[in-house]
């Protein structure tokens, strides 16, 4: 009997194997909503090398765009060096203005854009078409990445995909199978910042070779904390 297919002749509309799925009424997918349309916004976090346009209303002499820095720093006319990597865009105009007001002026408006981030990227590796660092836009999933990369080579593995992440001062690693991911049995997982993606290559293996050692579908994400 087939995993995820509904029982021949049975009036139950539970999946066998998958009692979180059941069948709806009608054969035509939903339409998504407006909801479903929106992607919630991600706070941008500001990094090395972006750019940034600094306005600072009614007083065009302070105005201007800059580079932040190899150190995070950027540096502004009456507020001196500020540290600006680690913070929102939000955050840094309210330290900006703060410095301001220190520095004589009265009751500064500024607003921080973000011209070029080039801080934030995804790193793709191993048997994919097109391996590189590669820019993260709004929400991204795993399977969007990998097609950010042009795919999965024609031998890859994809039955051992790994998510290398820093969290918290550790590093992880998850361990994915994207024909489970493709066949519906878990969420495509969200991918941030400075993630690492290695397909099919020796490095995901060492950390998970003893899973990997049966080519049975993995059926939930293994996550592994590297000491």
Same mark, same amino acid.
């Given at each position: ?24 009424? /009608? ?24 750019? *940034?346009?600094?306005?600072?209303? /009614?007083?065009?002499?302070? %105005? ?11 540096? +502004? ?6 540290? $600006? ?14 410095? +301001? ?15 070029? &981030? ?14 590189? &660092? ?7 999933? +795993?399977?969007?990445?990998? =097609?950010?990369? %042009? ?21 992880? &690693? ?8 493709? *066949? ?19 490095? =995901? ?11 049975? +579908? ?5 996550? $592994?904390?590297?000491?």
């Amino acid at each position: 009997m087939i995993v995820g297919a509904p029982v021949a002749g049975c009036s139950d509309t539970n999946f066998v194997g998958r009692p979180d799925l059941q069948l709806v009424e /009608g054969d035509v997918l939903p339409a998504p909503t407006r909801e479903d349309l929106t992607v919630p916004s991600r706070p941008y976090v500001i990094g090395p090398s972006d750019q *940034l346009v600094i306005d600072v209303y /009614g007083l065009p002499e302070l %105005s201007r765009a800059l580079t932040v820095d190899l150190s995070g720093q950027i540096a +502004l006319p009456l507020a001196g060096q500020i540290g $600006a990597s680690g913070l929102t865009a939000t955050e840094l105009s309210d330290v900006i203005a703060k410095r +301001l007001s220190q520095g004589f002026v009265r009751d500064p408006r500024v607003t921080v854009g973000i011209a070029v &981030a080039a801080n934030q990227i995804v790193t793709v590796d191993g048997a994919v078409s097109q391996p590189g &660092a590669y820019p993260v836009v709004g929400r991204m999933s +795993l399977l969007r990445v990998i =097609a950010r990369a %042009s795919g999965t080579t024609e031998f890859a593995r994809e039955t051992h995909v790994v998510v290398f992440r820093r969290s918290g001062g550790r590093e992880y &690693a998850t361990l994915y199978d994207l024909r489970a991911i493709r *066949l519906g049995m878990y969420r495509d997982p969200e991918i941030y910042t400075n993630d690492v993606i290695v397909v099919g290559e020796s490095r =995901a293996r060492r950390v998970f070779k003893d899973v990997l050692a049966s080519s049975a +579908l993995i059926t939930t994400p293994l996550v $592994a904390l590297i000491r």
